[in-house]
């Protein structure tokens, strides 16, 4: 299957802080990346989806001027934890779906676990 | 609005004790019908797709089968390494990529 790759596996910062969580495709192009917040025990929750090219759109109830997200290339999406608060720890994966494929499979990454003090 | 539930919240087998999960959907449109495992701390893998009423699919000791309101995770004989959570998640396919997850299934498999 198509590999996604996040970058950091793990992070622990101050409140007050930014701090940037890195998805990429490995072996496929992605025009559409979707960043999930999973709180333990709980499903994954559907943040926002990032698009390659133009805005980001978000659920409802996620601040866009606190989650910044970034499509920089067909192959990488940015999510920005600003002035990050310990309400924001929780654990972010991205997903991308590999348009070559013949069902549109969306393929997640690792996840990065986010731990603010 | 699609809606996508799972049953049950959790589940321990004996390890060979055969059972089913259970994924029941309400998703206008369903294009595809998805389930993934996921261990503690880390991403979703995916399993299987499916995309017609009667489709299944079989993968080692799991295999996924659709009707048009549900569907269903058979695994055979588990072993202790089957243990995860079970995500099912639906796809209409209405102009974007988006997924509708339920809630999953712990699956604890005792030796």
């Known amino acids: 299957g198509a590999v996604v790759s996040q970058h950091p596996s793990w992070v622990i910062c101050k409140s007050g802080t930014s701090v940037k969580i890195e998805c990429r495709s490995l072996d496929f192009q992605a025009t559409t990346m979707f960043w999930y917040r999973q709180f333990p025990k709980q499903s994954l929750m559907l943040m926002a989806t990032s698009n390659e090219g133009s805005k980001a759109t978000y659920e409802q109830g996620v601040e866009k001027d606190k989650f910044l997200i970034n499509h920089a290339s067909l192959t990488l999406s940015t999510l920005t934890v600003t002035s990050a608060h310990p309400e924001d720890s929780s654990f972010y994966i991205c997903?991308?779906?590999?348009?070559?494929?013949?069902?549109?499979?969306?393929?997640f990454g690792p996840g990065t676990r986010l731990t603010v003090l | 609005e699609d809606q996508v539930t799972q049953s049950p919240e959790a589940l321990r087998l004996q390890e060979g004790e055969s059972s089913s999960l259970n994924c029941s959907y309400t998703v206008s449109g369903l294009r595809g019908l998805f389930w993934y495992r996921q261990d503690p701390g880390k991403g979703p893998e995916f399993l299987f797709t499916l995309y017609s009423a009667g489709e299944e699919k079989e993968k080692e000791r799991l295999k996924a089968t659709l009707t048009k309101k549900e569907s269903f995770l058979h695994i055979t004989a588990p072993k202790p390494e089957d243990s995860a959570t079970y995500l099912c998640a639906g796809y209409s396919g209405a102009g974007s990529y988006q997924l509708t997850f339920g809630k999953g299934t712990k699956l604890s498999v005792i030796p």
């Open positions: 997903s991308a779906p590999n348009r070559q494929g013949p069902y549109n499979e969306q393929f």
